[in-house]
């Protein structure tokens, strides 16, 4: 199997016997680590699972990124690495306060407490005309919160979206799901605010009931 192309500063690497994607930071939940890299476990990550399915994600390194629903850290800590300028907004106080002890050894890494249904809040913050936006929340309505914080992003700017199926209604079929999701993004007769959607892929393998997007604002 040919392994997918990846951003600079992530690479496959032999850590603890086996190749495992990685990159260069301290650790932050206890992954394997080698000198100074780091893995980087796609089960615990939806933005690592896009990556070791494949997904043509359009990380080259170096982007100014907006990551939504940052958690403990997990994710962004990876995206931080090798990233340039990252925002990481989280609801929660509790992992909020995880959050920042990441920070400490990634300067590049600025956590905001914030909802990422209300963009508004830390629009004062977040630079405009950011490279990527990474959105992993679990909450319904999770187009609607795409759609809202595209105000942030480049016109040639990416959206890597896990969809959490289960987050939106745990009683319907998750294709369904997906579709809705999807159709609502991509916001039909509405051209100059919606995303079109360059790829898709079911991370099942890694996230039960999740599907990995890519798509561009119109």
């Not at 209300?118 to 913050?125: C, F, G, I, L, R």
Request: proline fraction near 6%; charge should be negative; hydrophobic fraction near 40%.
């Amino acid at each position: 199997m040919t392994e997918p192309a990846l951003p600079t500063g992530v690479e496959y690497r032999d850590i603890a016997g086996e190749r495992r994607l990685a990159t260069r930071g301290e650790s932050v939940y206890g992954e394997p680590t080698d000198g100074e890299w780091r893995a980087w476990n796609p089960d615990r990550s939806k933005l690592g699972a896009m990556l070791e399915s494949g997904m043509d994600t359009g990380l080259e390194g170096g982007e100014t990124v907006l990551y939504l629903g940052a958690a403990s850290g997990t994710t962004v800590s990876h995206v931080a690495d090798f990233a340039g300028p990252t925002y990481a907004v989280e609801f929660a106080p509790r992992p909020t306060r995880d959050l920042l002890s990441v920070v400490d050894s990634r300067p590049r890494l600025f956590p905001l407490l914030k909802d990422a249904r209300k963009p508004e809040t830390y629009a004062h913050v977040v630079e405009a005309d950011v490279d990527v936006i990474v959105q992993d929340v679990a909450t319904r309505g999770q187009a609607r919160v795409a759609l809202e914080n595209r105000r942030f992003l480049a016109a040639g700017g990416r959206l890597l979206l896990a969809i959490k199926a289960r987050s939106e209604d745990v009683t319907r079929d998750p294709d369904a799901v997906f579709e809705d999701v999807l159709a609502e993004l991509e916001l039909e007769g509405e051209r100059e605010e919606g995303y079109e959607v360059l790829e898709t892929a079911r991370l099942d393998e890694y996230h039960v009931d999740h599907l990995g997007v890519v798509a561009r604002p119109r």
